[in-house]
């Protein structure tokens, strides 16, 4: 079993950085591949990134790639998400979610893998 909770989420002017925290509890954190998502009001939940539980691989989607960074400090149980250069379009409540499957070196980009789920953090980016 695996519990999330986010962090890091605000308000920025278009440009600016945000990090958002995911802090698990649960012996498995350091096992399983984890996952970022994001949800705007009308639209379905949409991947944002994702890496495996070494922390060596990771995939991004492509409106992401080259703006936010993915990390994970199996040590302190917390997945991290640098943002970067912030556009109105990155607008949303971000998730962050763990799979079930241990020691499994590939990254998740479709959500029904993910079986754990954080309660979402508010990201607003003005222009």
């Known amino acids: 079993q695996v519990q999330l909770v986010e962090s890091g989420g605000g308000s920025v002017q278009a440009g600016g950085s945000l990090t958002l925290s995911c802090a698990a509890s649960g012996r498995a954190f350091s096992s399983v591949a984890m996952g970022w998502f994001r949800r705007t009001p009308g639209k379905d939940r949409e991947f944002v990134s994702s890496i495996d539980w070494t922390g060596r691989l990771t995939e991004y989607a492509s409106s992401v790639k080259g703006r936010f960074t993915i990390s994970r400090h199996n040590g302190k149980s917390t997945l991290y998400l640098q943002m970067n250069n912030l556009v109105p379009e990155d607008t949303a409540v971000y998730f962050c979610?763990?799979?079930?499957?241990?020691?499994?070196?590939?990254?998740?980009?479709?959500?029904?893998?993910?079986?754990?789920w954080g309660q979402g953090t508010q990201v607003t980016v003005s222009s």
């Open positions: 979610a763990a799979v079930s499957y241990t020691y499994s070196s590939r990254t998740y980009s479709e959500s029904s893998f993910y079986s754990y």
